[in-house]
């Protein structure tokens, strides 16, 4: 592998971007924080891969262009991606980090995941083509994973960190197209 990109890998995709610089890659991982972005750096110093840390809000669409731009020129195509962004605050985001990775990847394929909210899974909300935007884009490998939540006995609840980071790695690995972590059925069961 070379250049990954993990959009979020400061908060609940902390272990992926740990496990992703456990090989020789450079994970590249878009966050505001500076400080938790160098901590991230920091901590998995002693592993072979290494942390690029881009201090950026997504929100902020030229930005975001700009700099994911720079970032390929300097590290390479980014042959895997993994998204997880809050898209009621930032609709376009995902879209501009894939076509930007299509303009600058050229021939180089990426495998993009993006996490969605359960809320996507919700039945009475009607079903939006998520894959629409990047049908168009050639080179990028579009896929999904769905984060449910788990029933246990009367009870449900969110899913935890580990869980999330453990179905994503385990999304990676297995080359899974769409996948989901926990369930979203019964919906009406959802926490
Ligand atoms: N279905 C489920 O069970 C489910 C689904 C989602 C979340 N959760 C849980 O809920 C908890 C909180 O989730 P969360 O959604 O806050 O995710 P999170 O992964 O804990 O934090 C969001 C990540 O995205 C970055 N980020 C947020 N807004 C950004 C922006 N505008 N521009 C650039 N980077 C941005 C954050 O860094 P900065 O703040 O530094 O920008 C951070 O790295 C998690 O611990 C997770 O386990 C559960």
Known sequence: MGHI????GT????D???HLCGSVNTVTVIARNKKRLNRLALETKELVGSINPLSLDYADYEQLK???KESIFTNGPVELAICWMHTSKAPEAATITAETIHKQNKQTKCKYYQLLS??????SHEKRDIFKDFKSLDNIDFRTILLGFVVEGQTSRWLTDKEICSGVIEAIENDTRNSIIGTV????RRP
């Not at 359960?118 to 039945?123: G, K, L, M, V």
Request: proline share 8%; charged share 20%.
């Open 118 to 123: 359960s809320a996507t899974a919700d039945p």
């Open 185 to 188: 059925e019964p919906w009406n």
């Open 66 to 68: 700009d700099d994911l």
């Open 16 to 18: 992926v971007c740990r």
């Open 5 to 8: 990109l993990v959009v979020g």
């Open 11 to 14: 908060g609940m995709l902390y």
